[in-house]
């Protein structure tokens, strides 16, 4: 079965912008490995391969939102974008951590660009974690829409979820 693809690399600009030299054929591979592991780990093995197969309105509805009523009768929005956005921000973070240290044949190495003074590491894992704990907020609310459907939509039954932390950035 063919994944469904949802980020491209086009994608990545404005918030979400990475450095132009990096290679598009790596970052395209890793968009296709993160996008199964982080949406697997949202919906488990076997939801995640019937949204592969997208064969119901129910996946419909989680690729492109749709209104819901919570368990406290309050109608809540699942927004077009909330996927790729989630995705994005998990997708920018392990980009970015790989190209912030390299590992080359002779070891561990930091990149040095001879036109430019990149900023200082502090403020790109700040970066980094900011997009990530967007994401994380995004994931839970991806888990409040299918947690609060899940009796409606028959796609949605046998769910697993993993949960996902915040990560912070301490400065000593």
């Given amino acids: 079965m063919a994944t469904p693809i949802i980020v491209t690399i086009n ?34 093995v076997t939801l ?35 996927l790729k956005n989630m995705l994005l921000g998990f997708l920018y973070y392990h980009i ?28 790109e894992l700040t970066n980094m974690y900011e997009r990530w704990n967007k994401s994380v907020d995004l994931y839970k609310k991806a888990y409040n829409y299918i947690y609060h459907t899940k009796d409606t939509k028959t796609s949605y039954a046998n769910w697993a979820f993993t949960q996902i932390p915040y990560k912070n950035l301490i400065r000593y």
């Fill in 11 to 44: 994608d990545f600009k404005g918030y979400y912008n990475i450095a132009s030299g990096l290679k598009a054929a790596d970052i395209s591979a890793e968009i296709v490995i993160l996008e199964k592991e982080y949406l697997t780990k949202l919906l488990g």
């Fill in 96 to 123: 970015v951590e790989n190209y912030i240290v390299k590992h080359t044949t002779t070891g561990y190495v930091d990149p040095k660009n001879q036109n430019s003074e990149r900023v200082n590491k502090y403020q």
């Fill in 48 to 82: 995640y391969d019937a949204y592969a197969a997208g064969t119901s309105q129910d996946w419909t509805d989680f690729k492109t939102g749709c209104t819901y009523t919570d368990l406290y009768g309050e109608s809540r929005r699942w927004e077009t974008n909330d």
